[in-house]
């Protein structure tokens, strides 16, 4: 059994990890933290545990890993960065949810979040983890950056295209709209359900969200030259979900037949990317609960543009699940264990 | 491996028992039947089974389940009791999700659905499943009703004070709010999302709802005498969850504090029944998706009324998951097995 | 031009009233006051109002309403308490919004919110404002307690049924049911969206929520007599809306058709109670934004109850709605007079 | 007073329309036809509407607005085109809400509608109703085509850098969402609650959906050459509102400062056009029930790119309100009449 800490575990993302291992035979969480509900049990931070969680919560402390093979961190930027290092030299294997290993360049760090990369030395031996794209990278690692919910989305919808040089890389617009526990369980009006509810918006557009730089990595490393994008993100009202619409101008037309069979195969033998039939569009709903990354596509002849659409559960690929399927890289388990459940639907 | 035969497997119910037995691992889904998707594949009506359902559809026809074990029966009513005895004759386990079998009473079945129970012999054959109270009938069963969603959440939470004798039985009154997939896939005005968002609303009151008589059947059963009761439904904008709030006159003062630990000791070793501690209520989102049926209570000492809540998810607890659990009942496996999944939170 | 103020206008209730007032032919916001956003103009709170008020936002100060004809409070309780008796005494007609002045009896006020009555002289000088029942002691009024949200629509569904002596007074059972903007604009884990949205809950109950000794006042008001009554809340994931039902035992057998009769003439001429017809119901969404209260009804022959359901919008006939009735009553305006509006469907 | 008669009344956008003309002063609605409802009284089709509605609802026959000043026709496509004329013929005034005379050129209407236009001869008769555009074309109209809910929000949002020619006319992306309403009131799956709620979708993407020739129709007159777009809507679990999310490639760099500048000066004197400042951007609630259209905007100086953002209610100003605006136009009457109330929030 390989036994596990998670740090941040009454946010979303850590009870998010909780219900998924506590399904996965090979793993058993030993402890959490949280900085509000230390000396709780879980289940009374979370009711819905009943009878289903007995590990302890401790404060954030050096020693409260102590035993553990492996850390999640679902903790704030700055706050995991100063941690994960500590935890490496323990031989802790360290997965981290947040955002403080993502970006390798600490120059991008600090533009980006308006501080000092909190361990500029670990960027470069942190491992990115998207599965798809950096599988064997991640095999290896000890520190595994585990990619942001909306990088994920975006980066799967785009790849295929950016590495088979298909579009123009000038041209590239993600339209991305999620569901509202994206923003964590913190208070805030944004989350206020009377404000939400029966309510559409746009917020940090145009260069202004923190997941740009993450999607430019993404895609520069496939082009293997500069990529710049235009990101938008949107709150959709519901609880959980993202659905990504890519624009991109194709060089040379091509049928949606033609890139849908692009897509196959590259990703081929994936577990969990899913391309829809031709004429078929994923939906939120369809992935909801799962670790599924579902693609489909049309072409726009008349301007030459791909559309692109993807769909994940935030909370699962976009966060914990994929966090779950980079424990099952680090010790070699078939990379589905805990993560077989269906979508919920309806 | 149980092989199984799913009837109406594209309704909301069928496709939930899909879901929990896809990773059931003593069951394989070897058919399911439609009567407008025939000749499809699964993940054309439910694109979220891509990869995750190969069974075929097909008609219901007198065929269509041979070499199945079991057949679960998710069909309207007046059909699954016109099916039933048949599939029973051919050694075919039936467990049946709707209302032909639940009334013991040929003239109830008559008095609420306005026509002849469709199969009266057979009413005395069938047990209820209702795995909390009923388990040892059902473990020999050919035949199981299995229970309405309202009427699971009604009797559970009614249950320990009936049998205690410890309430005015003329004073029972069960308010109750469901989620809009208990209305099932077909289309009308009152599924609409924009009649039903944003709005809430009562139905079919005053005993005016078929669920009232089972209801009162299973309490009269466990009263040893009549019981009649009020029985409201209304509808949550929402997808799934019920809530049932339950208003008991007690005959004698009790504490909430004596009536949570009757409770508890009523349910003892029930897996899927959780009893809340005091000053804690149920919510539907802390079982949803999962099989548990929570209780949670306060007891009015002004009125002298005790009030009781319960949660279920109704495709689950309420339908499909406890169809799951009576076939385990009915084979001798452990009663959890294909429901081990935690509630997803949030 | 009747110069209006509006303390607390930053919450939705304040917000609402701006709405109405908006459009009053006989009235004029003048100012408001807020205690975190004074100094900002109304449309950088709300950027809804952008272009459709004017009026500055100050901070709740003596002085703050000088030059104003009628203030309305809608504040915490205690602080309004507090600020009323002054405000009267300067020649103000002050309708207040929140639980100050709502409670006769000193003792009942200390019990339910566990402090002294702010003002305890002036319990009695309130006059309560619920049109429909107390309309001539409003008219003369200077200072008026605006009824409660549940109150209100627990009040007028049993007055009829009170009034003419057809209950037992024991049996009365008030099982409602709000969304979620009745609990305000402030933050807390009870109105994050993720908490509340595919959920529903019961909470306070077992007379533990503070509109019961409002609803029991009313009551034996009507009655001649002492009325207790269980109360139960309950949060519905929507925005706006009450919707209650109420269960009474009949003294006599009587048809729906009976009592609905009862209930028309009692509120013939009321502008503002509609009485479904008999086997029609009243929902939340066909008061969304109006001012009606909707009521309909329906009798359990089996159990001899007869139950009653009725519809409000929380922030309109629950708050800002009624108190500008109450407004137009003490200006001896039609008591419409702002209100005209449809609600919004769908 | 006008006399109106409503063909379609028992639609969104008809029941829409008797809100708004409720209110206004100047109108009375004398007549509505319903294929469904005929002969009901429409507080029976619309509980909201008890006490509220007088009109009586008949079949769409010839004579059906006899003593009609002006007839709105909420109808589906091809419906409307054949009625139309025949009413013009008779002297009355009609708006047409639907698509039939939407587009100038007989061969878009075939190619984008796969039938040939209902009346061609009308095509250039009739004037498209988008005052904020075409107001002096629409003062003397004696047949207006309402735009659809898209192209009002995609139109209004691109004008003025279209008719500045500040950008690139191949660039222009329109990502596009809209709550449920927007799809009627009409049975499908895709209306479905359980099917809608906690989900979001893109439909009818890639140059598949019919509000394109519209939105391309308006840009090619305010640029004085063709334009062609893509345009993708997606559904939002939501009953009203349309945001759009509009990407422009700028020829010349410019500042959101200048660029909103401009859009303030274009819309000038607007009553219904409101621009948000700097940093701020229009939510689909802010709009709520009203005719505004809000349009925010930034730049992305990294891409070159405008992403301008605009809000509105669909069923107002994307269909009944915008309508109500055109009749004001056609009486000379102020424009805003029946128009005033403020957005509903929250």
Redesign the interface.
Known sequence: MIRVGIAGVTG?TG?EL??LL??HPEVEVRVGTSEHYQGQPPDRV???????AEFPIVALEPGAFAGCDAVFLALPHGVAGRLAPALVEQGIRVIDLGADFRLRDPAAYQAWYRQEPPAPDWLRRAVYGLPELFREQIRGAQLVANPGCYPTACTLAAAPLIVHDLVDR?SL?F?A?S???GAG?G???G?????????????N????HRHTPEIEQNLTALAGEPV???F?P?L??????I?V?A?FQLKEPASATQLLDLYRTFYAGEPFV?I?PEG???????????NYC?IGL??????G?A?V?AAIDNLVKGAAGQAVQNLNLLWGLPETLGL???????
């Open positions: 979303y009870v909780v219900r506590r399904r979370y009711p819905h545990l009943q009878g289903e000038r617009i339209d709209k569901g509202v526990s369980r208070l805030s009006l989350v206020h359900f009377a404000e939400v509810n029966e309510n559409f918006k746009a917020y557009i145009a260069g202004a710049t994008v235009t938008t949107h959709v009202p519901m609880t959980r979900g659905l619409t624009y899913r829809r078929d569009l994923p939906q939120t709903k369809q992935v909801w609960g799962s579902d049309a072409v726009d002849r008349r301007t543009r559309v659409v077989e459940g269906l979508p919920v639907y309806p």
